[in-house]
């Protein structure tokens, strides 16, 4: 039998100096879309480099999925000197998007269509309330940083992006003319301005008729019978079509001073087609 006053004797660890980072020591970091633990590597001195930790991924490639792409894109954007604030907003846009076409989808087979179409959801989405103009501009503002990013590391061959137009926040309502690629007619895209007034009777047909889809279904036969009924209300005799209409636009813009390559962009015309028709609407513009 043991002695009362016979202890077993305690060894207390001694404290252990906090481990000095070097090249090789690696932190672990949730994952921004999973939550998943990612190894990322730390400098040699974090206060004399002013670089953030480098993370450790495999290469990205045009097969990579867009939540792989996530953390080195952040990086990207620290390295580039982004604000805290931009790197939030973009890598929020980046996980929505990413919602919208799915997260597992490799970045190499996302195309202009899919892209186009993210940000015709957003601002045409089914919620009747379209985003303020400045935060759709930072969302393509989004999309070409990253798509960029991605083609200039020759990660993809193309840039999806690469049409988008960067413009100032603007009140003056514009409607966008595009295509899916699959059709092959991305050369009739084109915008144009719209009166004032528009933005007013838009927001009661959409609080009316709620589209979705579809914003206004409408056929060939549809738009001639609304022609004709506007023709016989004028009082006009004479037989008017929807090509005297567009041929009756193109004459007025080249007489108001538009430059004969941005008339065949408001037309939509392809080269092939403009060859036919410029000459024509010169004739009849300024006839000699």
């Known amino acids: 039998m043991q002695d009362a006053d016979s202890r077993v004797p305690i060894h207390r660890a001694r404290p252990q100096p906090e481990p000095i980072l070097t090249e090789e020591s690696t932190v672990l970091q949730p994952g921004l879309f999973t939550g998943t633990p990612t190894v990322i590597a730390e400098p ?8 953030p930790p480098l993370v450790r991924t495999n290469p990205l490639t045009d097969q990579s999925s867009l939540a792989a792409c996530a953390l080195p894109y952040q990086q990207e954007l620290k390295l580039r000197g982004k604000s805290d604030y931009t790197i939030t907003c973009f890598l929020s846009d980046l996980k929505m998007f990413s919602d919208y076409v799915g997260r597992d989808t490799p970045v190499g087979r996302i195309n202009k269509a899919q892209v ?15 985003p303020a103009p400045k935060t759709m501009a930072r969302r393509v503002t989004f999309l070409k940083n990253f798509f960029s990013w991605l083609a200039r590391d020759g990660i993809l061959r193309e840039d999806p992006s690469a049409s988008l137009a960067l413009e100032r926040p603007s009140q003056a309502p514009m409607i966008t003319v595009r295509f899916p690629a699959s059709t092959g007619k991305q050369h009739r895209e084109r915008s144009l301005a719209l009166p004032a007034s528009f933005t007013t009777i838009f927001k009661q047909y959409q609080a009316q008729f709620h589209p979705t889809n579809e914003l206004f279904p409408c056929t060939d036969r549809n738009l001639n019978y609304i022609l004709a009924r506007a023709v016989k209300a004028a009082g006009i005799k004479k037989r008017v079509t929807l090509q005297l209409l567009r041929d009756t636009f193109a004459v007025q813009q080249l007489r108001s001073g538009t430059p004969l390559e941005t008339l065949r962009e408001k037309l939509g015309l ?18 000699k």
């Not at 040699?44 to 670089?51: G, I, N, V």
């Open 116 to 130: 186009t179409d993210w940000l015709m959801k957003l601002k045409f989405g089914t919620t009747g309330r379209m």
């Open 270 to 287: 392809s080269d092939e087609a403009w060859l036919e028709s410029r000459e024509k609407y010169r004739r009849l513009a300024f006839p």
């Open 44 to 51: 040699p001195d974090p206060r004399a480099t002013p670089f």
